[in-house]
């Protein structure tokens, strides 16, 4: 795989400044997620956000989505604009009719999300625009285990509260800073190893020093949910540890 130079955005131009910049005057689109919650067994927080975390670097590292591949303008539009995700729910029939569309399903230790090539912001698919997005709501019945200090962790600031599906769209926007960082040979070692990462809440004492860590940074633009500007994810990669 090859990156595509063209997809990063310029320094000082990040697509998740509050700010208003030169990104909100291009076509506008949205990367869907929809993850699979059925009434029986819903999977676990934790294992939610790293499988939609995932979801997102693998359609960032699918062919189809870079040279002339068949997403490939899509994927430019999107990341040309500001970077979008909206995570949609869906269970029985409309996971079946979601799974019917081009894109990509992963799945997690019980999670399943299935990421779509981008759609522009009012043109989504009448099988995706019906589904829900409010109520993603998920517990952890379990505390999740300390990560392993080599692997990628994604910390969520310890200081929001955010619903299943806005926690999703943020370790999806944090993947993605730290897939936009790395290097073409660390891109493939990461995506031949299938994308292992943690999603952690960092802990209160920790998370001024990942503020100041110069690590990937995402910065809420308050589309939904929380205040613009808000810091939401630290993505820590050991490839981009100083």
Known sequence: MTSDPSAVPTPGDSPFRSERTARDEAPQFVL????RIEKAGPPARTDAL??????VLTILGDERSVGDGEWAQLMRDWQDARIRKVVRRARGAEWRRAEALPGITVTGKAAEVRVFPPVPLDGWPKELARLQVSGTDLDDPEPPVEADATTPVLWLS????????????????GAQLAWWEL???ERAAWRDAGFPLAVRTAAAADWSELLASGLPLVRDAGFTEIAPGSCTVVADHPALRN
């Open 183 to 185: 290097s073409d040979e």
């Open 50 to 55: 790293e499988t939609a975390a995932r979801a």
């Open 158 to 173: 310890p200081d929001l509260d955010m619903s299943a599906g806005k926690a999703m769209a943020q370790t999806g926007h």
């Open 32 to 35: 869907p997620l929809v993850v």
